[in-house]
């Protein structure tokens, strides 16, 4: 079974410096990778995927991920983090093609970014 | 939009009552799935189920039972709610098709004391 490591449970940043969210997973063979975010309040939503095609993945609201596969790497970044950002950040892996049944979430990393 | 609906935000119960959340899709969703969602583990997946009357184990099951009678309503079950099922509850959709995206609800948190 694969498993995800997200390497910081907080983060505190303040506008517009850099952002990094580290992700790891395990799993031997192919997978598809997500970022989900949840706001405070609010529901969990897709922030970006990576099924195939280049590893460069832009996400909604400036966000981006680069899948490195001989890291087992999918790294979250964004070049300068606003208030809004404010959230928790989660990292999910499934094999390819096995649906969201297998679907396995990293702990989450809460980002506070400070005015 | 696709909206994933669980019918209450905030659910105190006493210990060893019954427990019904519901959650209802209105996409018409083949797939869909209970997880709860504790700080530090993030989220786990309870069961799912792929079509009506259909449900599966997901990684942890124990405590909890499943009904999906109608396709667009897939109710998690607390047979007899303990202590340790404070937490709070994510109902997610699907569809069939490929790179369809997961879609959540605002969850519910449960409290059992």
């Known amino acids: 079974a694969q498993s995800v490591s997200q390497h910081n449970h907080h983060v505190i940043l303040s506008e517009a410096a850099s952002l990094e969210l580290g992700c790891n997973y395990s799993?031997?063979?192919?997978?598809?990778l997500f970022w989900y975010v949840q706001y405070p309040g609010q529901h969990l939503q897709l922030l970006l995927k990576?099924?195939?095609?280049?590893?460069l993945v832009k996400g909604i609201k400036g966000f981006e991920a680069e899948f490195i596969k001989s890291k087992f790497s999918f790294n979250l970044r964004k070049p300068s983090v606003q208030w809004s950002d404010t959230a928790e950040y989660f990292c999910a892996v499934t094999p390819l093609n096995s649906g969201y049944s297998t679907l396995t979430f990293g702990k989450g990393t809460m980002l506070l970014v400070s005015p | 939009d696709v909206k994933v609906t669980q019918s209450s935000r905030y659910l105190v119960k006493r210990t060893g009552e019954k427990v019904f959340l519901e959650c209802v899709q209105d996409?018409?969703?083949?797939?869909m799935f209970w997880y709860r969602q504790d700080p530090g583990l993030g989220l786990r997946l309870i069961y799912f189920?792929?079509?009506?009357?259909?449900?599966e184990k997901g990684d942890i099951p124990e405590g909890y039972s499943v009904s999906r009678e109608k396709k667009e309503r897939f109710s998690l079950i607390l047979e007899s709610a303990s202590t340790n099922q404070t937490s709070m509850y994510l109902c997610?959709?699907?569809?069939?098709?490929?790179?369809?995206?997961?879609?959540f609800g605002n969850g519910t948190r449960l409290t059992v004391t």
């Open positions: 990576y099924f195939s095609g280049d590893p």
């Open positions: 996409m018409d969703h083949e797939n």
């Open positions: 997610a959709s699907s569809s069939d098709g490929e790179n369809s995206p997961l879609h």
């Open positions: 799993y031997g063979g192919t997978v598809n």
């Open positions: 189920s792929y079509d009506v009357k259909m449900k």
